[in-house]
Nanobody, 128 residues
Framework: QLQLVESGGGLVQPGGSLRLSCAAS????????MGWFRQAPGKEREGVAC????????FYADSVKGRFTISRDNAHNILYLQMNRLRPEDTAVYYC?????????????????????WGQGTQVTVFT
């Protein structure tokens, strides 16, 4: 069974850091571009960051550029999102997603409907 499981969410004060992880099971991340998305209460899901299948390219939403870093460890089938200098507006449920691209090494972009598999989400709350 193909599955993505996020972890690492929690409560943090503004300016703090968290590192999210997304573990894949039932398939290998080779051949998949990966992305992180988030959804705050009452808002639509938005793309945060994405990374190509070979880690050669990344892309970030303007709102997180310079603060968040996406990375992946294909050998261990794990995707990461390092989040620094967190702000209250970063509060959301964060989801990882996989987009099958085969041998394509281009960065996938942040269109949610391009992604094939999704995790269940992990809550990040930045409180004042």
């Amino acid at each position: 069974q193909l599955q993505l499981v996020e972890s690492g969410g929690g409560l943090v004060q503004p300016g703090g850091s968290l590192r999210l992880s997304c573990a894949a099971s039932g398939f290998t991340l080779d051949g998949y571009a990966m992305g992180w998305f988030r959804q705050a209460p009452g808002k639509e899901r938005e793309g945060v960051a994405c990374i190509s299948s070979n880690s050669g390219s990344t892309f970030y939403a303007d709102s997180v550029k310079g603060r968040f870093t996406i990375s992946r460890d294909n050998a261990h089938n794990i995707l990461y999102l390092q989040m620094n200098r967190l702000r209250p507006e970063d509060t959301a449920v964060y989801y990882c997603a996989a987009d099958f691209v085969g041998t394509n090494t281009a960065v996938p972009g942040l269109q949610a409907n391009w992604y094939d598999y999704w995790g269940q989400g992990t809550q990040v709350t930045v409180f004042t």
